[in-house]
């Protein structure tokens, strides 16, 4: 439906992939101003970087998502279009492009875990992360520290949660922005979708300070396992309604890595 209205509403070309599911929707809409996509062929993956095949040449992107290698090379076509360059010559300007800040970051420790932080907080964005990374690793324990904010759409967090629990071994449930709401509600709307056969299988906890989360995810983890910090992001603040508390998701978890660091060391 998005898409559609924006088909409507452009003046211009309307990009879509060949394969899209929504293409002759699209299609109806906007009859000659459509222009279909290709789509790349990827040949090596992985969580920072791709490699992309098209028409019989290489190309890198340093994002090992797919959902960014379609994104990217739609705005490279948009970029060739508009200045009447081939697309191989601007294909190759990908491997420049740099992460937005608080889109899958990586956080480096020394514990062996894979620990992600992504501002992903609706069913779909979950799921595009969540099936990425299992894609690439198939025996990985998945564990996540999640909310929702509060005050603000909550018709979406059931199927967060279903999310979640298809993917994951552990969830923990925590404030994302709470803005005065009962963080029980918040955790039993976000539960409510999990059928009864997944809540045996997987560990649903709820810890309302997220610091304290981001420790229980760490210390349930193992060696090779995931850790998925979602909906945060790069914030600067969480917001709990009559005030404000100054965060920084990758510098929590940071401090919290030393501190078993330490205790190891002690």
């Keep these: 439906e998005a898409k559609a209205n924006l088909a409507k509403k452009t ?19 906007a009859g000659d101003k459509l222009y279909r996509l290709t789509p790349p062929l990827i040949i090596k993956q992985e969580l920072e970087e791709l490699e992309f095949l098209y028409e019989d040449n ?13 994104n990217a090379f739609e705005a490279a076509s948009l970029v060739s279009l508009i200045t009447n360059k081939p697309l191989n010559s ?30 992903a907080h609706t069913p779909d964005s979950y799921h595009k992360v969540l099936s990425e990374c299992r894609k690439l690793n198939h025996d990985s324990s998945f564990i996540a520290v999640f909310g929702s904010s509060g005050k603000r759409d909550s018709s979406k967090r059931a199927q967060m949660g279903l999310e ?32 009864p056969f997944l809540k045996t299988r997987i560990n649903i ?30 914030q600067t603040q969480i917001d709990y309604g009559t005030y404000t508390k100054p965060w920084n998701e990758v510098e929590t978890v940071s401090k919290l890595l030393r501190e078993m660091s330490c205790c190891k060391e002690n």
């Design 58 to 70: 290489l190309y890198m992107l340093p994002f090992g998502q797919n959902y960014n290698l379609e």
């Design 164 to 195: 979640i629990a298809r993917y994951c071994s552990a969830m923990i449930i925590t404030e994302d922005d709470p803005r005065g709401e009962d963080l029980t509600t918040t955790f039993n709307e976000l539960t409510s979708a999990i059928p």
């Design 11 to 29: 003046q211009n070309k309307v990009l879509i992939y060949s394969n899209n599911k929504a293409l002759s929707e699209i299609k109806a809409i």
């Design 205 to 234: 906890i709820q810890e309302d300070d997220r610091t304290e989360a981001i420790r229980k995810a760490l210390a349930l983890s193992q060696t090779g396992d995931f850790i998925f910090l979602l909906g945060v992001g790069a």
């Design 90 to 119: 601007v294909l190759p300007l990908l491997r420049n492009l740099t992460k937005v800040k608080g889109r899958f970051t990586l956080v480096p420790n020394s514990i062996g875990r894979t620990i992600i932080v992504d501002f």
